[in-house]
T-cell receptor, first 112, second 116 residues
């Protein structure tokens, strides 16, 4: 069993739709939960991070963490064609140089 | 430059040859990571350093893979006796790793390794 599970998709939605992306994990030591966005032929870029459980909102993006269920989500409101990319969840047990484990990534296509 | 720099951008080699991949992290970044990313997959952890100390190498597939960061800055990932299954994008990332900042990784453009 992988430490982080993520449905690879692809996920295709019309412009303006609400998108829900999810990951599950098995390691209860994870405390930092990140979402990276990766455009084709580029390296991943950090989109959002959340510490422990709870919600975090940044513009059209909301990240949720439920540690009791070992489940994290990223919601994208009013999705735009420019949001088309691969979204990678990532997790770390701590800051200060602890390794970050990535999910497989979900490919998202937003159609105009 | 301001970002993480990796070289070469592309490397084509014959099976059995050794290759060395270089990563120059963002100046001042404490942590340096190596990941391998297959097409359509997420980055797979290989190893990471804090300064010059290799903290975790549990992701290295076998003893043909090794990495070093002798002066706590530039790092080299070496693959000996390459095999076709080693073909992948190898990505380096660095981070400040400060207590006030979660593990925000800055990735380089990667080295695409092809073993013929």
């Amino acid at each position: 069993q992988k430490e982080v599970e993520q449905d690879p998709g692809p996920l295709s939605v019309p412009e303006g739709a609400i998108v829900s992306l999810n990951c599950t994990y098995s390691n209860s030591a994870f405390q930092y939960f990140m979402w990276y966005r990766q455009y084709s032929r580029k390296g991943p870029e950090l989109l959002m991070y959340t510490y422990s459980s709870g919600n975090k909102e940044d513009g059209r993006f909301t990240a949720q963490v439920d540690k009791s269920s070992k489940y994290i989500s990223l919601f994208i409101r009013d999705s735009q064609p420019s949001d088309s990319a691969t979204y990678l969840c990532a997790m770390s047990a701590n800051t200060g140089g602890f390794k970050t484990i990535f999910g497989a990534g979900t490919r998202l296509f937003v159609k105009a | 430059g301001a970002g993480v720099s990796q070289s070469p951008r592309y490397k084509v080699t014959k099976r059995g040859q050794d290759v060395a991949l270089r990563c120059d992290p963002i100046s001042g970044h404490v942590s340096l990571y190596w990941y391998r990313q297959a097409l359509g997959q997420g980055p797979e952890f290989l190893t990471y350093f804090n300064y010059e100390a290799q903290q975790d190498k549990s992701g290295l597939p076998n003893d043909r893979f090794s990495a070093e960061r002798p002066e706590g800055s530039i790092s080299t990932l070496t693959i000996q006796r390459t095999e076709q299954r080693d073909s992948a994008m190898y990505r380096c990332a660095s981070s400040l790793a400060s207590p006030d900042s979660p593990e925000k990784l800055f990735f380089g453009s990667g080295t695409q390794l092809s073993v013929l």
